[in-house]
């Protein structure tokens, strides 16, 4: 998977997150890590799924992607696990029943949160009776927790949770509104309603006798007299308020607005791809941008570096005369040390177009001296962007004791770049963390942190993150063109 022109590998002197899998050991999960770039579980499941790991010896794939499945179940799914099996899912449910006319996420998953509990769909059918019945009768289902009229609450042989929402066409939208929020704001916009003299229900507003379907959801709000909120941003966390006051924007970053990926590896490092395929999945993205940035530790080998710049080039060269308005950026990501220093020296530092650095180790350290130690590193004039500054991996390996507002006003300071790591696995920084940089006025970007062409989607769940984080297009530097977004840069 990797070839002789690894610019520097990366080495760990401590257990590995995966380890708690069933079926992993430390010298497997090391592998992963080494070959393919894998820490966290979903990501891994990822792999399995696409069959990209099967150059790897010993890993007994059919079994390890049940573990897998089983693992994610029994703990909360991470967004990105459980978005992809409810796009499956709903797949297979589409095509079971001809009176299904479209399926839709709803609840936590909508929200985008972090981890979820349980998968929500709605099911848009002209025989809601009809649907849920053949829905109950799918062999993937092992036991029906709750049923009701409209819907059922059931667990799949794989031992995911489904909560199944059936509606007729002209329901969607009150019931896409009122599902998809939390508790509390949906208390709120029934508050509203009743404000207004009606009430909202999931088969829409009623007043007396009547009931009138709203046509989307924003007509939903307009009754309400709000303007339409973003999924992300309905949590009943004081968002209504905000909004009534302007003071909160709903101009949300959006994954068309990104122009460029600022942070992916290549077979150059430990990812399973390409430089130059990198780059051409890159461009069938939209993106007018790409940024390289393999690891790159203490035993990181100039030459190789050098090398790996003169491909960059070559690519760059070979895409232009293609006539693609399009460029590969050459980066590294270089480890952060325990004592804040960095694993490459200054006049290495110095030649990279963009210096990625990150704390891949050590996050154990206690606050203050490891707050000090990021602190220091985005002072090296020479760091443009910090990786997944937390460095958690959900559910497997809590984040670093930081504190945060002090590493928000450093980076403001530095004009460091804070990422929002867009892997399943990470989602660094988280939304209460984003809100708090830009309150900051620190300066963000999303990347997905790809290891491999198909990894480069990750970057959706950056962007739902950052907009859970209720970031906004002009506050998220790779929304900018290059040259822009050079200029943005210290």
Same mark, same amino acid.
């Given at each position: 998977m990797n070839n002789d022109n690894n610019v520097g590998n990366i080495n760990r002197n401590e257990p590995l997150p995966l380890c708690v899998v069933p079926g992993l050991n430390q010298r497997i999960a090391a592998m992963l890590e080494q070959k393919a770039g894998i820490l966290g579980a979903t990501e891994?499941?990822?792999?399995?799924?696409?069959?990209?790991?099967?150059?790897?010896?010993?890993?007994?794939?059919?079994?390890?992607?049940?573990?897998?499945?089983?693992?994610?179940?029994?703990?909360?799914?991470?967004?990105?696990?459980?978005?992809?099996?409810?796009?499956?899912?709903?797949?297979?449910?589409?095509?079971?029943?001809?009176?299904?006319?479209?399926?839709?996420?709803?609840?936590?998953?909508?929200?985008?949160?972090?981890?979820?509990?349980?998968?929500?769909?709605?099911?848009?059918?002209?025989?809601?009776?009809?649907?849920?019945?053949?829905?109950?009768?799918?062999?993937?289902?092992?036991?029906?927790?709750?049923?009701?009229?409209?819907?059922?609450?059931?667990?799949?042989?794989?031992?995911?949770?489904?909560?199944?929402?059936?509606?007729?066409?002209?329901?969607?939208?009150?019931?896409?509104?009122?599902?998809?929020?939390t508790t509390e704001h949906r208390t709120q916009l029934r508050n509203l309603a009743y404000k207004y003299g009606y009430e909202l229900s999931l088969g829409g507003f009623l007043k007396r006798e009547d009931v009138w379907p709203a046509k989307d959801e924003e007509e939903v709000f307009r009754y309400l007299g709000l303007p339409y909120i973003p999924p992300e941003l309905r949590n009943g966390n004081g968002e209504i308020e905000a909004i009534q006051k302007g003071e909160m924007s709903l101009d949300l970053v959006t994954?068309?607005?990104?122009?460029?990926? !600022?942070?992916?590896?290549?077979?150059?490092? #430990?990812?399973?791809?390409?430089?130059?395929?990198?780059? %051409? @999945?890159? $461009?069938? *993205?939209?993106?007018?941008?790409? !940024?390289?940035?393999?690891?790159?530790?203490? #035993?990181?080998?100039?030459?190789?570096?050098?090398?790996? %710049? @003169?491909? $960059?080039? *070559?690519?760059?060269?070979?895409?232009?005369?293609?006539?693609?308005?399009?460029?590969?950026?050459?980066?590294?990501?270089?480890?952060?040390l325990p004592d804040g220093t960095l694993s490459l020296p200054d006049e290495i530092l110095s030649q990279l177009e963009i210096v990625v650095a990150t704390m891949l180790s050590g996050l154990h350290q206690e606050r203050k001296q490891i707050t000090e130690r990021l602190i220091k590193a985005m002072q090296n004039p020479h760091v443009d962007i910090v990786a997944h500054p937390t460095g958690r991996i959900l559910n497997l390996c809590e984040p670093a004791d930081l504190f945060m507002l002090k590493i928000f006003v450093a980076a403001r300071e530095t004009g460091t770049v804070l990422e929002i790591n867009g892997n399943p696995d990470r989602l660094d920084l988280k939304a209460e963390y984003i809100q708090q940089a830009l309150e900051e006025k620190a300066k963000l970007v999303i990347s997905s942190g790809a290891h491999s062409t198909q990894a480069l989607a990750h970057l959706e769940y950056g962007v739902l993150t950052a907009r859970r984080g209720a970031a906004r297009a002009s506050e998220i530097l790779n929304t900018l063109e290059l040259n822009k977004f050079k200029a943005a840069l210290k």
């Open positions: 891994l499941f990822e792999a399995l799924q696409e069959r990209r790991l099967e150059t790897l010896p010993d890993l007994g794939m059919n079994e390890l992607k049940q573990n897998l499945e089983r693992w994610q179940a029994n703990n909360k799914m991470s967004l990105g696990f459980a978005l992809e099996r409810a796009r499956e899912f709903a797949g297979k449910i589409s095509a079971f029943d001809s009176n299904i006319v479209r399926i839709e996420v709803t609840g936590a998953l909508r929200r985008a949160e972090e981890l979820v509990e349980q998968v929500s769909l709605i099911a848009v059918s002209n025989d809601t009776y009809d649907t849920l019945e053949a829905f109950l009768k799918l062999p993937e289902i092992a036991e029906v927790r709750k049923r009701r009229d409209y819907k059922a609450d059931v667990t799949l042989q794989n031992g995911l949770k489904l909560e199944f929402i059936t509606c007729f066409p002209e329901q969607l939208a009150t019931t896409w509104a009122l599902t998809t929020g994954l068309s607005g990104i122009k460029g990926d !600022l942070h992916v590896h290549s077979t150059w490092g #430990n990812g399973s791809t390409t430089i130059e395929e990198m780059a %051409r @999945a890159a $461009i069938k *993205r939209g993106y007018h941008y790409l !940024l390289l940035a393999d690891h790159a530790g203490q #035993n990181a080998n100039l030459a190789k570096l050098l090398q790996q %710049r @003169a491909e $960059i080039y *070559r690519v760059n060269d070979v895409l232009a005369r293609e006539g693609y308005n399009f460029s590969l950026l050459w980066g590294a990501e270089v480890e952060i």
